[in-house]
């Protein structure tokens, strides 16, 4: 049987595909993709996400998914070592008078310990006592509650268990942010205060207490029992610019969905966001015009894998994974946010219109909808989304 890493290596070189360029188009880190053809099924936080990670790896590549779980689980079990309990002994009984000297050494032993554990622990509580504070002996001995992690690069995404932390470097100086409970929401407490997040929200806050948001916290999943989630601490923000009067000033920038929002029907669209980096300014596109508002119809067309998120009339935000010669339809009334892992990997038509969202490889976030004409008339536009 043809190990897993070998089939997934050989098929990506039959296609002439670097690595670094399918971490792009499949949003999978390098590392892992390495992992996986190495077979270091180890490095990953959790049989969940490798599994996950083996289907879309599969699917990228053409192979067959069920067929390398089928593996992979096989192989899983071949390595397991035989249960104690189905080997058999092969030393006999020692004799009777051996035994019973033994027992009355462990009994003898085990009184020793109990005394001596009564001890430690009876010293432990009475120094929480009298320091006014709750001690374990876990406490005591110094054990770290969670594990500690660096973000050295512009953004981290990954499983964080209770107690886990992150270390952000801002500005030369070091901030930690740290995972005190997971549930159906997530508790994260950062130097600026205590941030609460239930699954799919993201939230911006201050590191440095300058009054200025300096990283985006967003909680991917979070695990069924609730002692984990999947999080995406990123520090390429840039400060909103929202353009609703629907939003007081009262209202928390988390609660506003990509730091912006599209204009009601009574309003113009207006672009969501801003950005001081000229490189990531867009203009907007007009698609098509109309004398009249009428939904519209956006029919997408794959022509390689891509990762699509979008979110139409303000409705429910969705997720998943495209694959070269999928199709998708999308029916909108107002307006639609979309994000694309990779820009050229699709052919959109809008109402028949042809729109192309970006070149190869770029990460694309745009909002289409109607708006206003000066003149008179209505247009559906392009509005980029930072």
Known sequence: MEPIGQKFKDARKEKGLFIEQVARETNISKKYI??????????????????GFLRSYAGY????????????????IQEQPVPAELIEPESKLPPLPVML???ALIAILGAGFLVYKSGIVSKIFSAGENSGQLSDPAAAAGTASGTEYEMNSSFIERRFAEGDSVTVKYR???????????????????????????KGREALTDLDGDGSSDIKIMIRD????????????????????????????????SDVSIAAVAATETQALQP????????????????????????????????????????????????????????????VSQNIKIWLSNASALTATVSGAEYLFGNPGAVSAKVIGWSEKPEGGYAVKALPLY
């Open 101 to 103: 000297a033994g027992v």
């Open 61 to 76: 590549l053409g192979l067959d998914a069920e067929e390398i779980i089928t593996i992979y689980k096989k192989t899983k």
């Open 172 to 198: 030369e100086q070091p901030y930690r942010i740290t995972v005190s409970k997971t549930g159906e929401t997530v508790t994260l407490i950062a130097p600026s205060g205590k941030l609460e997040l239930p």
């Open 272 to 331: 969501s966001g801003s950005t001081r980096i000229q490189t990531r300014r867009e203009p907007e596109r007009v698609i098509f015009e109309s004398d009249e508002k009428k939904p519209f119809t956006i029919n997408l067309s794959f022509r390689g894998y891509c990762l699509m998120r979008y979110e139409s009339d303000g409705g429910r935000r969705e997720e998943r994974y495209f694959h070269k010669g999928e199709t998708f339809r999308i029916d």
């Open 222 to 253: 979070v695990d069924p029992p609730g002692r984990a989630a999947v999080i995406k601490f990123d520090r390429n923000i840039e400060a909103p610019s929202v353009a609703s009067s629907e939003i007081s000033s009262e209202k928390e920038l």
């Open 34 to 51: 390495e992992a996986i053809e190495e077979e270091n099924f180890s490095d990953f936080p959790g049989e969940t996400y490798l599994l």
